[in-house]
């Protein structure tokens, strides 16, 4: 009897959440697609999908849906993120997202988008409550998966807090210390899609320690969101922010690099608040990548490599 199979485009939140979406469906006894890693083509697609204004991140996620029309796969599942805290919104693209996909590609994708509206992952159950509904499943099967995936999920979050990276933590990889440390500040699919990002983060933790924003722990950004005129409308956006005024207060890194996608609006007030805040501290070298479809790789190489000779040969010098 063949397992009944989930296709997950490998895009967006996958880079946030994948570890235990996959962990959950892998409990409940199904089986996981999972769309190829970024490349040009899903890139080239995607943009022939989508509309202009739209960003280059959800562009791609067309992209990686189209992959699904070709394979056997029971549903797709594009949640529908509304929230992940209380009186904070996901950005309304990804909102508007699932219904866009579904005008588009029809009856040739069976959807699955259930809303997700948590606060904390206590709540969370409460957003899958109709999962027995869609899928073979029981709820007592619903309920075990979660227990599970609450378990992983709060033993991820040790490990990133200790200084792990995300990648360390999937691939149970062991990356020597090395001399300096960058901040490598934006959202999840900015900084682990090689195929938007051009291998960003494989470039930096060659050469250098690596601070993502799912690294700083609650202290660290709650000292960094003192530093805000006031709370901000996004939560994803609010972490960055904090993250990066953090380290940009307190020097808890040697450099930082702010990776953002052209056309996405949320970013492009944060990374201004960002700048200013900068202004007024400047001790820490800050540089901007700002990544679209045309972004070529030897030209993001040598300012990425420059910069990391900025910051290895300060670093020697305050050492001497």
Known sequence: MNK???????????????????????????????????????????????????????????????????????????????????????????????????????NKLNFFSPDIKVNGFNNFRKSLKDLSKNLPVNKGQINHALKEVRNFYLSNEKLLKEGKNLKEIITNAKLRKKDFTIALIGHGYNIYDGGISLDIFDKVIKRANVKTVEMYSEEELNLGKQFLPKPLFWSFGERILAAALYSLKYKDVDGMVLVTAFGCGPDSFVNELIQQFHKKHPEIPLMILTLDEHSAEAGLVTRLEAFMDLLSLRRKRLWA
Do not use: W
């Open 4 to 106: 009944f199979t989930i296709g997950i485009p490998r895009a967006l939140l996958f880079y946030d959440f994948m570890p235990y979406v996959d962990y959950f469906f892998k409990n409940l006894g199904l089986e996981i697609v999972l769309s190829p890693p970024t490349n040009k083509k899903i890139i080239e697609k995607g943009n022939e999908l989508s509309v202009d204004e739209a960003c280059l991140p959800v562009k791609v996620c067309m992209g990686h849906l189209q992959y699904f029309e070709e394979q056997k796969v029971n549903l797709v599942f594009l949640p529908r993120v509304i929230s992940i805290e209380k009186g904070k919104y996901i950005c309304p693209k990804f909102l508007g997202l699932p219904d866009y996909a579904k005008s588009y590609f029809g």
